[in-house]
């Protein structure tokens, strides 16, 4: 047994400095954003309309995946690659990323809509070569105002671990909201909620992005984009930032204003059958969802039951094969009418999700 500690004790060692390495630089480094901080308009605007003077609005919601995930890619860690995985795939080639983040602007000047609600946005980011998309998406609408709230700030995450020379990476990623017209305020407020250490040191740090507009007859609304957690398992960090987004949105219904809020909510909306999206599938266990009593009556769920608004990501692309579901939706105050609602189908070429468009209108 001497023989066998003494051939095994430098590489256990150097391993154990190594992981101790990754976890004492992660802690130094990490991220601690504050509860609420005000937003400044991202980079130079033109002058947005100062009031919404039409009483229908329109919105698209859409998770872009941070311009690497396209049908063509995946995201190896939904495969359970934490240690390991095939070289070369813990990130999109170059091209695949640009022609991703192409079809992120190609969306968004062809799309006629007031507001773009963006989840996942990167601004500097290994993953995404460091391509700036906050920049990239606001000059596509150089008439809107431009909004940008970070959730992940980190210097480095360190997976795959065994495989340092292909780190993850820097990653500088966050929520962007662009409107034709301009709000008055604007605030990233932080949600309640972290994992345990060490896995909250290269996690996102989830948070809303609120704004409110003035609104003609006296009245304002208040947009907010929201991305909730993935990975929890339990349920308990999504619980926590539902109950704390009922507060903000009861809030400001309180105070006279319209609500829409719209994003990646990581769970199925309240009377969604993800069976009718997967017919095939015999047994599972279902996505969590959010309870058909979680809000007080009048308020409203608009999500389109019949287009996926998200696929399975621990595999590329397959129409026939792969899993789909709806967890990119609305909720809106109940003096707002839900006029149309649709997933815009692209067959996943740029991104794990489907933009979701919003048509409604702001009652009297």
Same mark, same amino acid.
């Given at each position: 047994?001497?023989?066998?500690?003494?051939?095994?004790?430098?590489?256990?060692?150097?391993?154990?400095?190594?992981?101790?390495?990754?976890?004492?630089?992660?802690?130094?480094?990490?991220?601690?954003?504050?509860?609420?901080?005000?937003?400044?308009?991202?980079?130079?605007?033109?002058?947005?309309?100062?009031?919404?003077?039409?009483?229908?609005?329109?919105?698209?919601?859409?998770?872009?995946?941070?311009?690497?995930?396209?049908?063509?890619?995946?995201?190896?860690?939904?495969?359970?690659?934490?240690?390991?995985?095939?070289?070369?795939?813990?990130?999109?080639?170059?091209?695949?990323?640009?022609?991703?983040?192409?079809?992120?602007?190609?969306?968004?000047?062809?799309?006629?809509?007031?507001?773009?609600?963006?989840?996942?946005?990167?601004?500097?980011?290994?993953?995404?070569?460091?391509?700036?998309?906050?920049?990239?998406?606001?000059?596509?609408?150089?008439?809107?105002?431009?909004?940008?709230?970070?959730?992940?700030?980190?210097?480095?995450?360190?997976?795959?671990?065994?495989?340092? !020379?292909?780190?993850?990476? /820097? &990653?500088? *990623?966050?929520?962007? @909201?662009?409107?034709? =017209?301009?709000?008055?305020?604007? $605030? %990233?407020?932080?949600?309640?909620?972290?994992?345990?250490?060490?896995?909250?040191?290269?996690?996102?740090?989830?948070?809303?992005?609120?704004?409110?507009?003035?609104?003609?007859?006296?009245?304002?609304?208040?947009?907010?984009?929201?991305?909730?957690?993935?990975?929890?398992?339990?349920?308990?960090?999504?619980?926590?930032?539902?109950?704390?987004?009922?507060?903000?949105?009861?809030?400001?219904?309180?105070?006279?204003?319209?609500?829409?809020?719209?994003?990646?909510?990581?769970?199925?909306?309240?009377?969604?059958?993800?069976?009718?999206?997967?017919?095939?599938?015999?047994?599972?266990?279902?996505?969590?969802?959010?309870?058909?009593?979680?809000?007080?009556?009048?308020?409203? !769920?608009?999500?389109?039951? /019949? &287009?996926? *608004?998200?696929?399975? @990501?621990?595999?590329? =692309?397959?129409?026939?094969?792969? $899993? %789909?579901?709806?967890?990119?939706?609305?909720?809106?105050?109940?003096?707002?009418?839900?006029?149309?609602?649709?997933?815009?189908?692209?067959?996943?070429?740029?991104?794990?999700?489907?933009?979701?468009?919003?048509?409604?209108?702001?009652?009297?």
């Amino acid at each position: 047994m001497q023989k066998v500690w003494k051939i095994v004790r430098w590489p256990l060692i150097l391993l154990g400095a190594y992981v101790a390495g990754i976890l004492l630089y992660g802690t130094v480094t990490d991220w601690t954003p504050a509860e609420r901080q005000v937003l400044r308009p991202s980079g130079e605007q033109t002058a947005p309309v100062p009031l919404i003077s039409d009483s229908i609005v329109t919105l698209i919601t859409w998770n872009v995946g941070f311009g690497g995930m396209g049908a063509e890619d995946y995201f190896y860690s939904n495969r359970g690659d934490f240690f390991w995985t095939e070289l070369g795939k813990a990130r999109a080639s170059r091209d695949n990323v640009e022609r991703y983040v192409a079809g992120q602007q190609l969306t968004l000047t062809s799309t006629q809509s007031d507001f773009f609600l963006l989840q996942e946005v990167d601004s500097a980011s290994r993953r995404s070569y460091y391509t700036d998309q906050v920049t990239l998406n606001r000059e596509a609408l150089p008439d809107f105002s431009a909004y940008y709230a970070p959730n992940f700030r980190s210097k480095r995450v360190p997976i795959p671990v065994f495989q340092p !020379w292909d780190h993850y990476g /820097a &990653v500088e *990623s966050g929520l962007l @909201s662009l409107s034709r =017209y301009q709000p008055l305020t604007a $605030e %990233r407020i932080s949600l309640p909620g972290t994992f345990p250490w060490p896995t909250r040191l290269f996690q996102l740090d989830r948070c809303v992005l609120r704004q409110v507009f003035t609104v003609r007859g006296d009245r304002e609304l208040a947009v907010y984009n929201v991305h909730l957690s993935a990975y929890d398992d339990d349920g308990s960090l999504r619980r926590h930032q539902m109950n704390y987004i009922r507060s903000l949105v009861l809030d400001d219904q309180a105070a006279g204003r319209y609500v829409i809020a719209g994003g990646d909510w990581n769970q199925l909306p309240p009377g969604f059958n993800w069976f009718s999206l997967n017919p095939t599938v015999e047994e599972t266990i279902l996505p969590p969802g959010v309870g058909f009593d979680f809000m007080p009556s009048g308020w409203n !769920w608009a999500y389109d039951p /019949a &287009v996926a *608004s998200v696929r399975k @990501s621990d595999d590329v =692309y397959d129409s026939h094969r792969s $899993e %789909r579901s709806v967890i990119d939706y609305y909720l809106t105050s109940p003096d707002v009418r839900l006029l149309r609602i649709k997933a815009l189908d692209q067959d996943f070429r740029f991104s794990d999700h489907h933009p979701v468009y919003l048509e409604a209108e702001l009652l009297p």
